[in-house]
């Protein structure tokens, strides 16, 4: 069955970095985009942008452009997710999900990250 | 594409329904229109896609509508755990952007 795993919580100082990690199976790495989505607490579902694997080909929302990174590993069906100058305004909840054409059917169970001096 | 959910909250009572509206600020396919549940501390739960497409296990007292610029989502017979967090979006363009959300609370 398909699954996508996430690392732990996190919690970084301002002006950190941070990289987090979701683990995939289930289905074929290469043939979907990988997305990652975030939601502050008490605020709306976020895209941040989608990297498709093997290619690294990626898609970033305005105001993530430089300061997140999306990669993936084909090796290890992982996607990664960094980002850099964290502030308080980047807590939140991370999550990864997939599609291809289609709807963000599977998810992670979510990465807490939280920023606090 | 903008979408602008309404109510952003709503109270019922189990057994009743509740609708939930999703406005587009352009005219959106149909195909790219998605309705997920968000519960405390769990990952957004695919609902319905292509506005009226019932996920894999999601019963068929939810259901979906709309065209163009409006959507809706309707629950029947409510249950208590459907009282959530709802959100729609649209994947025709990036941004992939989601609604505000609409909360449906226990009356």
């Known amino acids: 069955q398909v699954q996508l795993v996430q690392s732990g919580a996190e919690v970084r100082k301002p002006g950190a970095s941070v990289r987090i990690s979701c683990r995939t199976s289930?289905?074929?790495?290469?043939?979907?985009?990988l997305h990652w989505v975030r939601q502050a607490p008490g605020q709306r579902l976020e895209w941040m942008g989608r990297?498709?694997?093997?290619?690294?080909?990626?898609v970033h929302a305005q105001g993530f452009q430089g300061r997140v990174t999306m990669t993936t590993d084909t090796s290890t069906r992982t996607l990664y997710l960094e980002m850099g100058n964290l502030t308080v305004a980047d807590t939140a909840v991370y999550y990864c999900?997939?599609?291809?054409?289609?709807?963000?059917?599977?998810w992670g169970q979510g990465t807490p990250i939280t920023v606090s001096s | 594409i903008v979408l602008t959910q309404s109510p952003a909250s709503l109270s019922s009572s189990p057994g009743e329904s509740a609708t939930l509206s999703c406005r587009a600020s352009q005219s959106l396919s149909i195909t790219y229109l998605t309705w997920f549940q968000v519960k405390s501390g769990q990952a957004p739960r695919l609902l319905l896609y292509g506005a009226s497409n019932r996920a894999a296990g999601v019963p068929d007292r939810f259901s979906g509508s709309g065209s163009g610029t409006d959507f809706i989502l309707t629950i029947s017979r409510l249950e208590p755990e459907d009282f959530a967090v709802y959100y729609c979006q649209q994947f025709a363009s990036s941004p992939y952007n989601f609604g505000q959300g609409t909360k449906l609370e226990i009356k």
């Open positions: 999900t997939r599609n291809w054409q289609g709807p963000f059917d599977y």
């Open positions: 990297v498709m694997p093997s290619g690294d080909n990626t």
């Open positions: 289930g289905y074929t790495f290469s043939s979907q985009w």
